[in-house]
């Protein structure tokens, strides 16, 4: 019953997309979202590849189509990404922050469970940098006496 009525509300039209920038560590995602007119579920694509055969552990496959399971929207919406940058896991979590931002573009009404749950959070951490005279960026050469 909630699937069908997301479904009529959402603002896209056949042909049409709406994209969302994802960026976690280095890596930087771009997600556009269209209407899925094959109707089958979890049509996502990263980089041309199946998003099961481009991520293989299941917990980044759970982190990439956690927006659309949340909302029951696997089989409405078809998702193609572009994943530039960084390693397997920031791309994944990039693909989910650019979804969640597409989804809220679609149909603001998902902003409040999305937030709830996380995926509208940007995680800004990035590996700090080596200083001079430094082994890594804090680790210091071994002191000595004499």
Known sequence: MEETKLS???NLEPGKYVEGIGRRKTATCRVRVYLNDKEEPFNIWVNNVYYKNYFKPLELIKIVDAPLR???LQS???VSAKCT???IRGQAEAIRLGLSRALVKINPEL???LKRSGFL???SRKVER???GHKKARKSPQWHKR
Do not use: A
Request: without cysteine; charged residues 50%.
């Open 70 to 72: 949340k909302f029951k």
């Open 8 to 10: 009529e509300n959402l």
């Open 130 to 132: 080596k200083k001079y």
């Open 111 to 113: 902003k409040p469970k």
């Open 76 to 78: 409405v919406l078809k």
């Open 85 to 87: 940058g960084g390693g």
């Open 121 to 123: 959070t940007r995680d």
